[in-house]
Each structure stands twice: as C-alpha cells, then as structure tokens.
C-alpha cells in the first residue's frame, strides 16, 4: 500500500485547506483510514479516524466541529476538510491506513496502523 498525502500550505488563520490522500496497492475499500500530525518539538497525535465502512468516524477535542474525515472509494481517497483553522494546527499532517480492523471500527494509535503517507506540510499564520 502506497499512501500519498498532499494539500497542504499556508493559510491565515481562520481560513480553510482540504487535505487529499491518495491509495494505491490495494483494494482502497479494505482499510480504515487516519489523519495524524506532528508539530515541531512534539510528539504526532490523533486528529481523525474513519472506518472501512465509512459509518464511524473520530475526531481530537481539539479539532472537533472544524476538520471534516470522509472518503471516495471509488477514487482510493480520503479527504480531511479543515475549516476555522488556527495557528496551533500547525504540522506535519500524515495520513495512515489500517488493513486489520473491521467494517466499523477506528483506530486512534498511531501504532495500530499499517502504512503511512510521506505528510504534507499545514502552516496556519495568525
């Protein structure tokens, strides 16, 4: 499985970005999908998780009710829309898919997932 992340980049706070992450390798519709970031001098942390079936999704406190995880199976997608964004969400965002877990069921550890984008990079100036 090959994950490619991309859509990131500078934006004032309070604006939005879409970020995209691209599968290929396997069947896309077989793995539960995450969104991760890591910020300079921290540790990477849960931002959004979404199951294989799409019908259960997770999000961190602290982005809840602005970012938005979905997915486009037939494109081998998953998206993560970030609205009201601010200066603290700024990292290295990766996304990660699982291939064990079931129809409904999400991870929020890190390593629980399989594989991992290469991240793309959100800067958010205040």
């Known amino acids: 499985v090959q994950l490619q992340a991309s859509g990131g980049g500078l934006v004032q706070a309070g604006g939005s970005l879409r970020l995209s992450c691209a599968a290929s390798?396997?069947?896309?519709?077989?793995?539960?999908m995450g969104w991760f970031r890591q910020a300079p001098g921290k540790e990477r942390e849960f931002v959004s998780a979404l199951s294989r079936g799409g019908t259960t999704t997770s999000y961190a406190d602290s982005v809840k009710g602005r970012f938005t995880i979905s997915r486009d199976n037939a494109k081998n997608t998953v998206y993560l829309e970030m609205n009201a964004l601010k200066p603290e969400d700024t990292a290295v965002y990766y996304c990660?898919?699982?291939?064990?877990?079931?129809?409904?069921?999400?991870?929020?550890?890190?390593?629980?997932?399989?594989?991992w984008g290469q991240g793309t990079q959100v800067t958010v100036s205040s």
């Open positions: 390798g396997r069947t896309f519709s077989g793995y539960a």
């Open positions: 990660a898919a699982d291939l064990r877990l079931g129809q409904d069921t999400i991870s929020l550890t890190a390593r629980n997932y399989d594989y």
